[in-house]
């Protein structure tokens, strides 16, 4: 019994060596990466319904990895969370879509949103807003121009002091957005207290449209409720002209998904503005 105790204990012990050993990996081949300059950022449109003009983009990083190619996002963010990495990460990526954003405009292309995410643990653990206006500063972006994208998971964690940040960052003139709304709790609660400019409708709730009456009822709610309070509503994982029209019929603001274009890497979203509606 003493020796499957410990044959036991060495199993498990291995196993949680093993699984820390190649997040260290990870963590110190994501370091690297974004030493090297093997991060990129892709830019989805974010398009006004009512006009069907791209007004935005949502930047959404990629590690190109020379060996591996693209490697999504789900993969390196939960390490980069676990870690801490996501602190540089996510400066680079406020950074980066600052300078993106003002070279834009430098080129006289018409004046677009460009909403950055930021994870829960980065909201938590860095100085959010001083990260903004440091980028915005050095870049010469407008804060207007910039939008912060947070899930209710974030604001729910030490709400007051989550207040204070947005307060913050309401400061600066950035805006902020509601990331995943709907998949968390207590939001309603929520949005009265915190200085939020944007609802985004999850993707789980577009995708069944029209087909479930119960996504089309959530939906519809999320956008009068957004209407009602005075927030854009934006609604995300659009690929169908069906879910357009219903959203359109419904009052929603803005739109982004497939239906539009995936993301794009930072060369071809320029033509697609340049191409026009
Ligand atoms: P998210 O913020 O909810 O981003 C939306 C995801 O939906 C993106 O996946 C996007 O490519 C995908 N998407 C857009 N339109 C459609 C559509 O019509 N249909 C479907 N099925 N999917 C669509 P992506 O780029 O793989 O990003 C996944 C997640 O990784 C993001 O979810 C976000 O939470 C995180 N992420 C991405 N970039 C960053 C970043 O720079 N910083 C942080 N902290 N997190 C990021
Ligand atoms: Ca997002
Ligand atoms: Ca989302
Ligand atoms: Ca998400």
């Known amino acids: 019994a003493k020796a499957l105790g410990r044959g036991v204990y060495c199993f498990y012990s291995e196993e949680m060596t093993q699984g820390a050993r190649e997040r260290l990996e990870m963590e110190a081949r994501l370091r690297a990466a974004l030493a ?8 989805q449109p974010q398009v ?17 990895d020379p060996d591996e190619g693209l490697i999504p996002p789900a993969r390196f963010i939960p390490v980069a969370e676990m870690s ?3 602190g540089a990460l ?4 406020m950074r980066e879509a600052c300078r993106q954003g ?16 930021v994870s829960p643990r980065e909201f938590h653990l860095t100085d959010v807003a001083a990260c903004a206006a440091q980028a915005l500063q050095d870049s010469g972006f407008p804060a207007r121009c910039l939008e912060l994208e947070l899930t209710e998971g974030a604001l729910a964690e030490r709400p007051e002091e989550a207040r204070q940040t947005l ?4 400061e600066v003139g950035v805006h902020i957005a509601v990331d995943d709304f709907g998949t968390g709790y207590s939001s309603l609660a929520h949005l009265k207290r915190f200085p939020i400019d944007v ?3 999850d993707q789980g709730f577009t995708r069944d449209v029209p087909h479930s009456a119960d996504d089309m009822a959530i939906s519809a709610a999320i956008i009068a409720m957004g209407q009602r309070l005075g927030l854009r509503v934006l609604a995300e994982g659009v690929e169908t002209a069906q879910q357009l029209q219903f959203l359109r019929e419904h009052g929603c603001d803005l739109y982004q998904g497939y239906l539009c274009s995936r993301p794009l ?3 071809e979203f320029e033509a697609l503005l340049r191409a026009g509606p």
């Open 48 to 64: 006004e319904i009512a006009s069907g003009r791209i007004v935005g983009a949502e930047a959404l990083v990629r590690w190109l």
């Open 167 to 170: 307060l913050r960052l309401q």
């Open 84 to 86: 801490g990495v996501i």
């Open 102 to 117: 003002q070279q834009w405009r430098a080129a006289g292309l018409p004046e677009l949103r460009i909403a950055v995410n």
């Open 199 to 201: 609802l985004k409708i």
């Open 90 to 93: 996510g400066q680079w990526v």
């Open 265 to 267: 890497p930072a060369q």
């Open 36 to 43: 090297q300059g093997h991060l990129q950022l892709f830019y």
